[in-house]
């Protein structure tokens, strides 16, 4: 998943599965106490500048609550992508974690090269969190660093960063313990932060879980409120890293709910939503609870991954997001609906501003197939700025979410053919205000099935293979001059493989057959765009690539 060794999912399978078994026992047997974090001096809250913490909340140097919205960049392993933060702020993203390096296992990012993304960030609009990936894995990966070197770096970089505390969070380092005797994570890590706040560092800190930052065994959940503590500013943040352990709701609902009981400052600093052969991510839960709990959530990552099932972005291609950055992007709960942009940078999100946009005109509806609808409607004012739209099905009194935009237009997927709906869009602005709902636009789907565009090209490739199993990746792109909106893909295995898993579509095999509908954040595919599904299947012995692939009835080229 990572460009440089795999960091939160690297673990033997067994370990990980010992996870998963252990998750809602051991974890729990370290619950958070039901106590509130300890209240702090009046003087250091009066003292807090920026970006801090109060009360368990992360909030601005005005006071205003501040919940991050965003993804992960892999600067230090790709330096040349300097239009990526310009990309996913494009987005509507919040926040970015950028992945430095202190020098101890690959090419140390120095003063003025940090100084530029922090410019960077400042330009785009985004709060910057800063990370050191090189402790990724301490105790069990030999080529990791200790906090104690990562916390040298930030002190080397001590000029750069103050006066920047509106701006940075320091995340001292990335996963900074293994599996192996995670109890050693909360001696170094009070260590790490005590020697910032002894160099005069004010800045909110974040601090990542051990196990690979999965916390399966509830060490970071068990000593959190020490920690705490022992950070006289109370400017302290804790990240919990959600893959594959995190493959149940209420493992996810657990964690999450621990720590606000107990008035700790969380984060999900890093989560992934495709399955692999150790699990499937309940990505829905995660982003869902984050929103209905007002927690941050950051996702990994934006691309340039090994593993590229987790690139939001196809080769740093804003044009090319995969099934997983429509997700994040595009999705329930995602960055475009639920994403409001720091006040400091003016106007957006200003506490004071509590006018709410005009509402939109009444939709009109257009390329309606059997699954999906294209809506269009005139756009809002707005005193400072609108910032997107959210378009609601509406029966009766009842509302329900059906898509988000930061344009004048959505498309709704995941309708029933020959099924009458209501639509309706809200406006909103970066303070949270919402207008009135516009006027209701009636739209009938096609008693028909989907149709495909004029023509199609799928890729198919193996990217991960094991005994018995393997992971694979099918490109599906529309090489037709209209948009597809609603699909159907077919294609036969050669060799007895067995789809197990499947993300980006909903897979139906009839012996050696498969046929795959679309999830809501893939049917529709611009003309000359794609969309990805991945999988994982079984095997027995040879895994022959399928022969040929059908969209809705249409023979595919193979790219």
């Known amino acids: 998943m990572r460009s440089a060794p795999n960091t939160a999912r690297r673990s033997p399978l067994t370990v990980l599965l010992k996870g998963l078994a252990a998750l809602l026992g051991v974890v729990l047997l370290g619950a958070l106490g039901p106590a509130a974090a300890q209240a702090r001096p009046a003087q250091a809250e009066a003292a807090a500048t920026g970006l801090h913490i109060s009360d368990g909340r992360l909030l601005e140097g005005n006071g205003n609550d501040f919940v991050m919205r965003g993804v992960n960049h892999a600067h230090t392993w790709y330096p040349g992508e300097t239009q990526s933060l310009a990309d996913i702020k494009a987005f509507g993203a919040n926040t970015v974690r950028v992945v430095l390096s202190d020098g101890h296992r690959w090419t140390r990012n120095g003063p003025a090269e940090v100084a530029g993304i922090v ?12 990370e050191v990936h090189d402790t990724t894995g301490y105790g069990e990966d030999a080529a990791a660093g200790t906090l104690d070197h990562a916390a040298d770096y930030w002190i080397s970089l001590k000029d750069v960063l103050a006066g920047q505390e509106d701006y940075v969070i320091v995340n001292i380092g990335n ?4 599996n192996t005797d995670p109890a050693g994570w909360t001696a170094p890590t009070t260590a790490a932060v005590q020697k910032l706040r002894s160099a005069g560092f004010a800045h909110t800190i974040m601090v990542d879980a051990p196990n690979w930052g999965q916390d399966w065994q509830g060490v970071m959940r068990a ?11 109370g400017n302290l943040i804790f990240s919990i890293h959600m893959y ?22 969380l984060l999900i600093g890093e989560f992934g939503g495709p399955a692999d052969q150790y699990g499937d991510p309940d990505e829905d839960t995660m982003m869902a609870t984050a929103e209905q709990l007002d927690l941050g959530y950051l996702a990994w990552s934006w691309s340039g991954n090994t593993d590229p099932i987790l690139d939001l972005a196809i080769d740093f291609d804003p044009s090319r997001l995969s099934s997983w950055g429509e997700r994040i992007f595009h999705g329930a709960n995602g960055i475009a609906q639920t994403s409001r942009e720091a006040t400091v940078f003016g106007g957006g999100g200003d506490p004071d501003d509590t006018e709410a946009p005009t509402a939109p005109g009444t939709p009109t509806a257009s390329a309606v197939t059997a699954t999906s609808a294209t809506l269009n409607w005139s756009a809002s004012s707005d005193n400072v700025a609108t910032t997107g739209y959210d378009v609601v099905r509406v029966s009766g009194t009842t509302e329900t979410a059906a898509a988000s935009s930061t344009a004048n237009s959505a498309t709704v997927t995941g309708l029933t053919a020959g ?7 809200y406006a909103r602005d970066a303070a949270g205000n919402r207008s009135a709902r516009s006027a209701t636009v009636s739209v009938t789907t096609d008693e028909s099935g989907p149709t495909p565009g004029v023509g199609c ?12 199993g393997f992971q694979g990746e099918i490109t599906i792109r529309n090489t037709g001059t209209s948009t597809v909106n609603g699909w159907n893909l077919g294609f036969t295995f050669a060799d007895g493989q067995t789809v197990s898993n499947m993300w980006g579509g909903t897979p139906t095999q009839n012996g050696a057959t498969v046929s795959v509908a679309p999830a809501g954040y893939t049917a529709s595919i611009a003309a000359n765009g794609s969309v990805t599904v991945g999988f994982t299947a079984t095997r027995s012995g040879t895994n022959t690539a399928p022969a040929a692939f059908t969209l809705s009835g249409t023979t595919c080229t193979k790219a």
């Open 119 to 130: 410019e960077d960030c400042k330009a785009n609009r985004l709060i910057c969190v800063l």
């Open 175 to 178: 996963e900074p313990w293994g």
């Open 223 to 233: 000593n959190a409120q020490a920690v705490y503590d022992a950070d006289t500013t």
């Open 244 to 265: 594959s352990v995190y493959s149940t709701a209420q493992a996810v609902t657990d964690y999450l709910n621990a720590f606000v009981d107990a008035g700790l400052p």
């Open 419 to 425: 099924t009458a709906y209501e639509f309706a869009v």
């Open 457 to 468: 090209s799928v890729g198919y490739r193996v990217i991960g293979d094991w005994p018995g």
